[in-house]
């Protein structure tokens, strides 16, 4: 049996988020009934077969952040008032076979320049590179689209590439392009992690919930597995704009007085203690 409970956040778009848990709800109706004490929540979906849960929400009213703390409070005392953890693991897509094939003959492309004997082909094997990665970058955004309703900004990209193909500098442009719009997709995105610790007050009316962000990896290990994706990241304005987890909780700590409300019947709600 687990000693901790486990929320992996695996996918988040505005209005909805998905969730795996490390741990099978013991009644969804219960669990429904307790999360939707908060105004803002619409349709929740649960799988037992992969263990996710899929939230909609109004976030002018509540915030995936107070969504997911409410979510870690809930199963917490449900399971006998187990620490949690909560991870930020968005999935990241699979590059697909025209992706990889428009990689392979990128590459080939970039390393005929270093053989002279080959030159003659050359020309057409950048050509086929630009085309086959102008061709995938777009497939990869369209699919985007059907699936989440918008694509990452990399995609526009493409247009560069264009460009630079009508001026017979297509291949450098290539391999920035595939770079940007499937180097992601390679590295491991950066691990974050928060920790929750629920207790009950000594006048019995009160949880008290201790939140840190320590992870317990050795930190050169760490760092070796996270360093590509940290540059790539920095490079690529991958995080440019975004919050860190730890941030929001203090947010929906600030904007709560640091009291956490509506969960049972509890006077005082929940103490939050952000270290």
């Known amino acids: 049996m687990n000693?901790?409970?486990?929320?992996?956040?695996?996918?988040?778009?505005?209005?909805?988020?998905?969730?795996?848990?490390?741990?099978?709800?013991?009644?969804?109706?219960?669990?429904?009934?307790?999360?939707?004490?908060?105004?803002?929540?619409?349709?929740?979906?649960y799988s037992d077969v992969s263990q996710t849960l899929t939230v909609e929400l109004d976030e002018s009213v509540i915030t995936q952040a107070e969504l997911l703390l409410r979510i870690a409070l809930i199963l917490s005392i449900e399971q006998g008032m187990k620490p949690v953890s909560i991870s930020f693991q968005e999935e990241r897509e699979e590059i697909d076979s025209a992706g990889y094939f428009s990689g392979f003959i990128l590459t080939a492309a970039l390393i005929s320049r270093l053989i002279p004997g080959i030159r003659g082909i050359r020309p057409a094997l950048e050509l086929l590179a630009s085309g086959s990665t102008a061709y995938s970058v777009l497939k990869h955004g369209l699919e985007e689209v059907r699936e989440k309703g918008s694509f990452d900004p990399e995609v526009i990209s493409v247009f560069y590439l264009l460009t630079a193909m009508a001026r017979g500098k297509g291949v450098n442009?290539?391999?920035?392009?595939?770079?940007?719009?499937?180097?992601?997709?390679?590295?491991?995105?950066?691990?974050?992690?928060?920790?929750?610790?629920?207790?009950?007050?000594?006048?019995?009316?009160?949880?008290?919930?201790?939140?840190d962000n320590h992870n317990q990896q050795n930190f050169l290990s760490l760092g070796l597995r996270t360093l590509p994706a940290m540059v790539f990241d920095m490079l690529t304005g991958g995080m440019v704009g975004k919050e860190t987890l730890i941030k929001q909780i203090k947010h929906?700590?600030?904007?709560?007085?640091?009291?956490?409300?509506?969960?049972?019947?509890?006077?005082?709600?929940?103490?939050?203690?952000?270290?």
């Open 3 to 45: 000693r901790k409970i486990h929320l992996s956040i695996m996918h988040s778009l505005p209005g909805r988020i998905r969730i795996r848990l490390s741990n099978q709800l013991r009644s969804l109706k219960e669990f429904n009934q307790k999360l939707k004490l908060h105004p803002g929540l619409g349709n929740i979906r």
């Open 252 to 275: 929906v700590s600030e904007q709560h007085h640091s009291i956490i409300e509506g969960l049972t019947d509890l006077k005082k709600g929940f103490t939050l203690k952000i270290q």
């Open 173 to 211: 442009a290539a391999a920035l392009t595939w770079a940007t719009s499937f180097g992601r997709h390679l590295v491991k995105p950066l691990p974050e992690q928060i920790n929750l610790k629920l207790t009950k007050s000594q006048d019995e009316d009160n949880y008290e919930i201790e939140i």
